[in-house]
């Protein structure tokens, strides 16, 4: 697997050569978009407004910042090089929390860490951090921007975590209102959520609508039409109370039926196992 930064985690004097690998895959149907009649793919041209439109080779594109308009002072590679010092290069952690700290809305990308030497530093500060139930918080400069860190061990492996930093994280837009809640409708929604409540499985979810778009491009490739499924139709209820009795009513009838189709699955993977032997 290709590494997304390789650099140094630092903490106190102790220095470990790691690498990070993204964790996440793109797992998006890519689109091309091309012109309807000729069925050929669009290109995107890199044209200057001062050069009457005329093409610009990637040799002499330069990032540049506008202080005031149409004004510009231009930064190259070794520009940027002079900025960045040896520390910012580095992954330096500051201080430890207690990992609960972290509100997710400040979560962004995540990163296996793999050390490139140091391996018992490495493998100390999993330990420890596990034990103690702490993450460390550090700061480096990746590309053209500096990234706030979160580094967390959980069964033996490091992550990292890139956050933003809070004046990234846009404040609530919806304005407090008051509202006294009624006693009934609250105990009728704690029960709709307690009747709806059990353990979470990552893996019993998938990308339905990613399959749907798979099997629309093979029945355009086969020529055939795509075809709507059927939705059931749901009667609209006005009435709150209402609307929570029936969602309770629907969710005992649904967990009914999941219990019935789990009895039926684990049956017949008795039989099978039965028949093996």
């Not at 091309?32 to 407004?49: A, F, G, Q, S, W």
């Not at 609960?100 to 493998?123: L, M």
């Not at 355009?220 to 009667?235: F, H, L, V």
Request: a positive charge; glycine letters at 4%.
């Amino acid at each position: 697997m290709a590494y997304s930064y390789k650099g140094a985690i630092t903490f106190g004097l102790i220095y470990i050569p790691i690498t990070l690998h993204v964790v996440i895959k793109n797992n998006d149907i890519s689109f091309h978009l091309i012109d309807k009649k000729t069925n050929t793919r669009i290109m995107y041209k890199k044209t200057c407004v001062g050069c009457d439109e005329k093409e610009v080779e990637q040799e002499d594109i330069v990032k540049a910042y506008e202080y005031e308009s149409g004004k510009y002072v231009q930064f190259n590679d070794e520009d940027f090089k002079k900025v960045k010092s040896k520390k910012d290069s580095n992954i330096t952690i500051m201080q430890f929390i207690d990992i609960n700290e972290i509100d997710p809305i400040y979560y962004d990308k995540a990163y296996y860490v793999v050390p490139t030497g140091a391996d018992y530093a490495f493998n100390l500060l999993i330990l420890a951090m596990e034990q103690q139930k702490k993450a460390g918080i550090a700061k480096c400069v990746m590309g053209f921007k500096e990234n706030l860190i979160l580094i967390r061990a959980q069964r033996g492996i490091m992550l990292l975590n890139t956050l933003y930093f809070d004046e990234e994280v846009q404040k609530n837009p919806r304005k407090e209102v008051k509202v006294e809640i009624k006693e009934k409708e609250l105990e009728l929604a704690k029960n709709l959520i307690e009747s709806m409540s059990q353990k979470f499985k990552i893996e019993e979810f998938k990308d339905e609508y990613r399959q749907k778009i798979q099997n629309a491009i093979e029945s355009k490739i086969a020529g055939k039409q795509i075809i709507t499924p059927k939705e059931e139709k749901t009667n609209k209820v006005i009435n709150l109370m209402d609307a929570l009795l029936k969602s309770l009513e629907n969710n005992k009838k649904l967990k009914a039926d999941l219990n019935k189709e789990r009895k039926k699955v684990n049956h017949e993977k008795t039989k099978t196992a039965w028949n093996i032997i």
